[in-house]
Nanobody, 120 residues
Framework: QVQLVESGGGLVQAGGSLRLSCAASGIIFSDNLMGWYRQVPGRQRELVAVISSGGSTNYADSVKGRFTISRDNAKNAVYLQMNSLKPEDTGAYYC??????????????WGKGTLVTVSS
C-alpha cells in the first residue's frame, strides 16, 4: 500500500504561482511513475504532468512552459511548481503513484487532492 498526501493548494490571482507537494509513504518500490492530475466538476480527471523515477517528464499541452514537475526520490516526494496561473487551471489536483509490475499488472494509488483556485 502507498499513501499519498498533497499540500500547497490555495487561492491565487491569475498570473501568480503556487507549489504543490506530495509525500508518499508505505511500501515504496523503485521504477515508479509519480504525477499530478486535475479534475473539475463535470469533467474527467486529466493529466497535468508525470515524472519517472529516472526524471523523464511529460506535460499536458496546456501547462507546458508554465508548470514544472520534479521529484525527490530520497524523500519519496513529487512537486509541481505552477507559474503564470490562469483561471482555467482551477481544479482539484490529485497526486498519483503508479508502477507497472509486468504488462497488465499495475499498482495505482491516489491522494485525496488539494484544491487550486485561480481568480481572474
Amino acid at each position: 500500500q502507498v499513501q499519498l498526501v498533497e499540500s500547497g493548494g490555495g487561492l491565487v490571482q491569475a498570473g501568480g504561482s503556487l507549489r504543490l507537494s506530495c509525500a508518499a509513504s508505505g511500501i515504496i518500490f523503485s521504477d515508479n511513475l509519480m504525477g499530478w492530475y486535475r479534475q473539475v466538476p463535470g469533467r474527467q480527471r486529466e493529466l497535468v504532468a508525470v515524472i519517472s523515477s529516472g526524471g523523464s517528464t511529460n506535460y499536458a499541452d496546456s501547462v507546458k512552459g508554465r508548470f514544472t514537475i520534479s521529484r525527490d526520490n530520497a524523500k519519496n516526494a513529487v512537486y509541481l511548481q505552477m507559474n503564470s496561473l490562469k483561471p482555467e487551471d482551477t481544479g482539484a489536483y490529485y497526486c498519483n503513484w503508479r508502477r507497472e509490475w509486468y504488462p497488465g499488472a499495475t499498482s495505482n494509488y491516489w491522494g485525496k487532492g488539494t484544491l487550486v483556485t485561480v481568480s481572474s
